[in-house]
């Protein structure tokens, strides 16, 4: 079962989340009302997805996300920024601070179960709303932030990278930011197999996750 750590310096929208994600049948091992306090939660507590706030007493959820995967081992949790405020330096810090996921308040009951399991499957996620700035922003080659997302250990532009015809064909429909079951439909093969062809997609660019690759593939014209 995933375990699941709720951050949120409001009590009321603490026990909104728990309560939709018990109804689900995922495990809420614990909640947090600060930044600090989310740190010392995640060293102890060990929670498999953290829904993260941005804006909070103490320690603010983005660096609260950065500390926090930045001391979590061979197997940190996955973080999902939800917010209220629909800002873009929101967005871009917490992608690069290494959050999985971004998601706005307003979202309803079933996409907040869903971003927790998708991003529990290892997979990355965005509010379909901040997906097309995500993709302007960080495919201009000019940008200040896309390196966060485009390590050192990524081929450079121009230089080829030894995808299979078929992982081109997938990363291709990431790029149009597909999920995984849409991806499997569009090829009518299974979204296991589609799961696989996402990893080593990942492991050949070099990149974090999906949103890196789908980065990846505009900056470097493979999308």
Known sequence: MTRVLIVDDHAAMRMGFRTILAA?????????????????????????????????????GIEATRLILGDAGDAPPRVVIVTTFDRDDYLFAALDAGASGFLLKNAGPEELVNAVRVVAAGDALLAPEVTRRVIERFASPASSVAPALTPATAPAAGQDVDLTEREAEVLRLLAQAMSNAEIAARLYIGEATVKTHVSNILLKLGVRDRVAAVVYAHRHGLA
Do not use: K
């Not at 498999?48 to 320690?59: A, K, N, T």
């Open 24 to 60: 689900s049948g995922l495990e809420v091992i614990g909640e947090a009302a600060s930044g600090r306090e989310a740190v010392d939660a995640a060293a102890s507590m060990r929670p498999d997805v953290i829904l993260m706030d941005v804006q909070m007493p103490d320690l603010d």
